[in-house]
């Protein structure tokens, strides 16, 4: 409004590349994501494994079935809108894994170092409670239940079988 049609273009045209720009993020990371929450300890339907050229192939295949799924289901923006609040999440869970480390004295951490992620969950809360929509709060609230969910269904890894030479 305060800057004219040519300032909503230059705006738009930003928009775009940004949304180009969390598309891609997604397409990139998010097989990561899935691949290294499904290695350790625990296998996930064979998720965590690559391909010769280290590639994920099993959690692109995921992560390519859910983005479609989302964007035939609803539309662009709520997938934009969503992608926000993972981000958001994953801010909150690396804030709430600083606080826990830092209680337990673990990693070189005091109990004070705790005090540097109530910003971080404070923000991230309000930003969720406030810039949601009921409909991504719910979708992203049903995505946490199905990661739990998947969690419970992951088994324990077989462990490496030991070489004798």
Known sequence: VWGGAGLERLVGAGTSVSALGI??????????????????????????????????MRALAVTWVLVLGFVNLGDLSELFALSAIAVLMQFGVTAAALAVLSLRRE???RPAHALLAVPTLVLGLTL???GASAREAAVASVAVLAGLALMRLSRPREPAPVRLS
């Open 107 to 109: 990693r070189n951490l």
């Open 128 to 130: 969720v409670a406030f």
């Open 23 to 56: 598309c891609v993020g997604m397409m990139v990371t998010t097989p990561r994501y899935l691949s290294a929450l499904a290695s350790g300890e625990r296998s996930l339907f064979g998720l965590e494994r690559m391909s010769s050229s280290g590639v994920p």
